[in-house]
């Protein structure tokens, strides 16, 4: 079984997958939300698997604050208790191939190497390699203990490029958690956060799924590091914020057919920037999973949950991890109906979400 966890993150990713036999089960964590997240999810949830909950692997998939902030405390207080096998993170010096170490004071890498943990392993010796998927051949393959099979599908080596040239400014903000009634940073969403819709209906389901789609620029985003996870004969795929056009590139080379796949969590909490109608047509897949209470952004964007729900005839499943304005519009028994879909929200008075597989 498996077992894909989304916990209350906030506006962010902090995901917890488990899988193997009940007597020899297996963990990967992806990215650890913001700062609070650690305390008031992540702490109390390791907490209940046991002393000593030994991780596979953890997936840091870029800087964004609300994806990395988590992890400082983490690996400060847990590093022993979780023992990660290998730590998938792209520091400075792999954003560029001549650069030849970690930049003084950059917290997340100074912390990998003060306390000797495994960095990159999979790519190469001594966190000398990036987590990057070639211009050209087969997709970088990853086998972990328990038999699970990780596909890399992002990032490309012009995307960690193009991060480079901002990378000081963006770290400069990366362990600041914004205020309740803070206005987003115009830069880390095409359109900034706009009301959740009052309700919907069927026609405007069909047009919100026809709105032109303009691809997510932000250069963080870009150097997501996303991948397809398979075990058990399941496939998911877990996006991060990745834009779009490489995920694209990754699968047809996977693949000129359609991709089947068991879910998919969503690229950037269901940014309408960061999941196109090519990456959409690309797969074929009845379980959407958005990590986001809506939050600062206002994620899921009403435009990329209807161009889902009209992407085929076929039975689809909506999974939030928060009941919020922003999800719960979804639960309308006409467009149900109509594009046969399903919403899937926390118990009530909960947040957080367990889909097993």
Known sequence: ???????????????????G??????????DAGLTGTYAQALRPRLAKLGRAVPLDLLVVTHIDRDHICGILPLLREKP??????DIWFNGRHHLEDDALGAKDGEALGALLVEKNLPWNVAFGPAAKHAVVVPGAGK?????????????????????????ASEWDDTLGHWDEEPAADAAPDPDDDILGKRPP????????????????FDEDGARPNGSSIAFLFQSEGK????AADAHPTPLLRSLQRLSHE???????????HGS???LSPDLLAQVECPRYLVSSNGGTFGHPHPETMARIVTSSPALKTLFFNYASPYTTVWDDESTKTRFAYRAAYPDPGSEGFALEL
């Open 1 to 19: 079984m498996i077992r894909i966890e989304m916990l209350a993150a906030s506006f962010g990713d902090c995901i917890l997958v488990e899988y």
């Open 21 to 30: 036999k009940p007597e020899d089960r297996h963990r990967v964590l992806i």
């Open 80 to 85: 022993a208790a979780i023992a990660p096998k």
């Open 139 to 163: 997709l970088p393959e990853r086998t972990l203990d328990g038999g699970a099979v990780i596909t890399l599908l992002s990032p490309y080596r012009d995307d960690l490029e193009a991060l």
């Open 197 to 212: 819709l009052a309700g919907i209906d069927v026609e405007q389901v069909r047009d919100l799924a026809e709105t032109g």
């Open 235 to 238: 496939r998911i795929l877990f």
């Open 258 to 268: 359609r991709v089947a796949l068991d879910a998919f969590k969503l690229s950037h």
């Open 272 to 274: 309408m920037n960061n």
